[in-house]
């Protein structure tokens, strides 16, 4: 992801998803008390965390017997009291070793970083030095560069964006070996992007795809009983919502998306061309993003801007359109799940007013929705490999993503886990979008020179969205990707 | 200095027995003396200047990749060949020439009668000068978000008062549309450093003395007459400064640009395109190509700037 979105929305966001997330812990906790009253749960007490000791919360204090999840160990969800450390008998022996770890930036994301890792530094007397990485996601990449480029010890565990495994893999352990069984609970095709020549170089942590978001009272103002399952429903419908709404409010428009010339465009055409039969770009090797369907709809899109999408859709990056539809302003909205928890917050103008569903597509072809999202890698160049491995092992666990979807709304990478009712009571629309696929930027394939690759695919595209032909311009672009991968 | 030291130095030599020090003269030794004192200054310009500048001129003849396994090689002039067809470079050049001539006429223009006008004397203009600095004092990153949001299509506040005013019937998309986009982000610039140059020429005002205007007066040269033959010349120093300060900067624009349109193709400028091939990309050695190619072109502006200035105060 580009340099500002990212820590935009985090920043941005974090409040709203901390709200969304003491609401679930609030409803969780009384799950569990009523839970205790009908059955007995085994007294296991959850193991002493430095959080709890330090600030016992008056809610944790009151539910001794916490629910009980998966494995069967305790959790409660709350910040303070992280899942207990399953491996800790295993990482005890690599116990004295220092390792940093690279994690989340700011907000809740670094609350749970502090959380967890002060829970198994406690368990397996392994120290952790967090240190937050950057908040934007281009100066993360040139840290670890760096890091890397002198083949440096000082870090050991570090957040690695989806679109960086290719890049990085020489830089990384393959973790195959240690975490074959783990991997294998994980989602296949985020899988399948963190291995690069046949080795796992890290290990998903949390996920993020592409979704349609839709006003469900302006569908039924206009009579439309379900959100749009083809781009040609999609403009149908946008179409109608703008005639109506456009009387009372000038600046209504129909559908808004990311258009600017950044990553997030680059995104928003894979899910484009995916549904509409036009490819991935970059397949096998091949460049394939010059084809009839990738033209056609591209320039399908381009007549949206100025009609059904405003004109200033192609400056746009996800905040941007997040503030024209939280404002009430557009019926419908590509964006990433963090939009979620922010539309149903207390202020929001379109609180409990939408509802997301899968991207249109147009048949046969599936709907799709892009993959992005955070892995955990292990440096090569580390001092303590082994207790590295440990500690990604928990962070990446079952119970860790749990807690973090519960507690931070973050989206987990492990099938069993989205299905577990107090995640999606957190989060519904991993149930309603469980059958879309999920498509991968050909960052693997391309590796260091992904971002290069990108830059040609986000750039050719907000030029045709800005007026120019994508017949004239996908030939361009298709020679420069040529170039690049060398084929 | 030889004819007024030399005699002293013997005189003293002869009253001393050793009258040279290591083979040296007086004046040999506090010429040495005189660099040693300069060594600390000349270190830390050759360490932050010198050395980094060579660096990337040797880096613009190799290959070099951030963080890449394979070794560096060297490949002659193929990225200054690669860069001289690159459709992508020479629109930055554009871009920012076009920029840079636009914003520098408008804000000297802007700041001069600025500079005039809080020169002269009215109550509250301690509060004026230093309120009009303002827009300086706020970083860039800021005011160009703030301005992104004025220019949006749909809640700016710009689209709202043409609106009101029932000047435009469709929302404007400033930023979107390639002809209002570098107007859009002139007008940022502009906005934001002709304080700037107003400050520079009112501290040249202010060393005019009052005596040349009362004189002026007296014969009986009009106020346009007076701006022309004692102000503006005496003012060409303070113009020379605030010029070559005001050119460089836009030059080498970078964060108005970044943050209001990223990596778009039809508005980079010359540091976005190479910052974006570096740090992106990691591609250093066709990175350093570019910063010397702009290092080359914002060198010709100097030179043209210097000389021109110096020939028009000879003549």
């Known amino acids: ?42 007294v296991t007490a959850p193991s002493p965390t430095p959080g709890t000791a330090a600030t016992p919360t008056p809610a944790a204090a009151r539910t001794p017997a916490p629910t009980v999840v998966g494995t069967g160990s305790p959790v409660t969800y709350t910040l303070e009291n992280p899942p207990q450390v399953f491996n800790a008998d295993r990482a005890r022996q690599y116990s004295g070793a220092k390792l ?72 990384l352990l393959d973790l195959s070996s240690a975490l074959s069984e783990e991997a294998r609970q994980h989602y296949e095709t985020i899988i399948e992007n963190n291995t690069v020549d046949g080795r796992l170089v890290c290990m998903p942590w949390f996920g993020d795809f592409g979704m349609l ?166 440096s090569r160049y580390s001092r303590a490999p082994e207790a590295a491995v440990e500690f990604v092992r928990y962070m990446t666990s079952p119970e860790v993503q749990t807690y973090r979807a519960v507690v931070g709304s973050f989206v987990p990478t492990i099938p069993d886990v989205s299905t577990r009712p107090e995640v999606l009571a957190v989060m519904p629309f991993l149930e309603t979008l469980k059958d879309v696929v999920r498509v991968t930027r050909p960052s693997r394939e391309t590796g260091e020179r992904y971002n290069e690759v990108s830059t040609v695919i986000f750039q050719s595209v907000n030029q045709i969205l800005n007026g120019a032909d994508a017949a004239q311009v996908l030939p361009q672009a298709e020679q420069r990707l040529r170039r690049i991968i060398g084929s | 200095m030889d004819t ?117 004397r009215f109550r509250g203009r301690g509060l004026m000068r230093a309120a009009m600095l303002v827009p300086w004092a706020i970083p860039t990153v800021l005011s160009a978000q703030m301005w ?24 404007i998309a400033w930023l979107a549309k390639p002809s209002t986009a570098l107007p859009a982000v002139m007008a940022i610039d502009i906005w934001k450093t002709t304080p700037f140059v107003a400050l520079l020429l009112l501290a040249g005002l202010q060393v005019i003395p009052e005596e040349l205007y009362e004189a002026a007066t007296v014969d009986g040269a009009s106020r346009i007459r007076q701006f022309l033959v004692i102000t503006l010349p005496l003012l060409r120093p303070a113009i020379a400064v605030a010029l070559i300060f005001r050119s460089l900067d836009a030059l080498r624009a970078f964060d108005v640009f970044y943050v209001l349109f990223g990596a778009r193709p039809d508005t980079q400028t010359m540091a976005v395109y190479a910052q974006n091939n570096i740090v992106a990309f990691s591609d250093v050695g066709y990175g350093s190509a570019i910063s010397v190619l702009i290092f080359l072109i914002i060198a010709i502006f100097v030179v043209a700037y210097v000389t021109s200035l110096r020939v028009e105060a000879e003549s």
């Open chain 1, 1 to 42: 992801m580009n340099a500002m979105d990212r820590s935009r929305r985090s920043a941005l966001s974090r409040r709203g998803l901390f709200r969304v997330a003491a609401a679930a812990t609030v409803s969780g906790l009384l799950a569990a008390c009523r839970g205790q009253q009908a059955t007995p749960t085994p």
């Open chain 1, 100 to 171: 940093t770890y690279y994690g989340d930036s700011v907000g809740i994301g670094a609350e749970l970083d502090q959380a967890l890792a002060g829970a198994f530094q406690e368990a397996t007397g392994i120290q952790i030095t967090v240190v937050p990485h950057p908040p934007s996601a281009t100066e993360t990449y040139a840290v670890y560069q760096r890091f890397f480029a002198a083949q440096s010890p000082d870090i050991d565990v570090m957040m690695i964006d989806v679109i960086w495994p290719g890049a990085f893999a020489p830089h």
């Open chain 1, 213 to 378: 978001y839709y006003r469900t009272d302006l569908l039924e103002k206009y009579g439309f009983t379900a959100p749009p399952q083809t781009w040609d429903e999609l403009e149908e419908q946008a179409r109608t919502i703008i005639e109506g709404e456009r009387g009372a409010n000038p600046n209504f428009t129909g559908f808004v998306f990311q258009g600017n010339a950044y990553e997030g465009l680059t995104c928003d055409a894979l899910e484009w061309l995916a549904s509409t039969g036009g490819g991935r770009f970059i397949e096998n090797g091949q460049v394939t993003i010059n084809n009839p369907q990738a033209v056609a709809m591209l320039n399908r899109v381009r007549g949206w801007v100025g009609t059904i999408a405003p004109p200033g859709v192609t400056t746009y990056q996800e905040e941007e359109s997040r503030q024209v539809f939280q404002g009430g302003n557009a019926a419908f909205m590509r964006n990433w799940p963090y939009a979620y928890a922010l539309g149903n917050a207390q202020d929001s103008p379109i609180r409990g007013k939408f509802d997301v569903a899968p991207l249109p597509a147009t048949p046969p072809n599936p709907h799709v929705g892009t993959v992005g999202g955070w892995q955990l890698g292990v």
């Open chain 2, 4 to 120: 007024t030291e030399r005699p002293i130095a013997t005189a003293t030599a002869r009253a001393i027995p050793r009258r040279r020090i290591g083979g040296m003269t007086l004046a040999e030794r506090q010429a040495w003396t005189g660099w040693l004192f300069l060594l600390p200054a000349l270190l830390v310009v050759i360490g932050v200047a010198m050395v980094p500048l060579a660096q990337t001129v040797y880096y613009s003849f190799t290959d070099k990749r951030l963080g890449a396994l394979q070794a560096t090689n060297w490949i002659g002039f193929e990225n200054y060949r690669f860069l001289l067809r690159d459709n992508l470079w020479w629109s930055a050049v554009r871009v920012t020439v076009l920029f840079t001539v636009v914003t520098v006429i408008a804000e000297f223009a802007l700041g001069l009668l600025i500079a005039l006008v809080v020169n002269s």
């Open chain 2, 148 to 171: 992104k949001w004025m220019y949006n299509d749909i809640f700016g506040v710009f689209n709202d008062m043409l609106r009101r005013l029932g000047l435009i019937e469709q929302n």
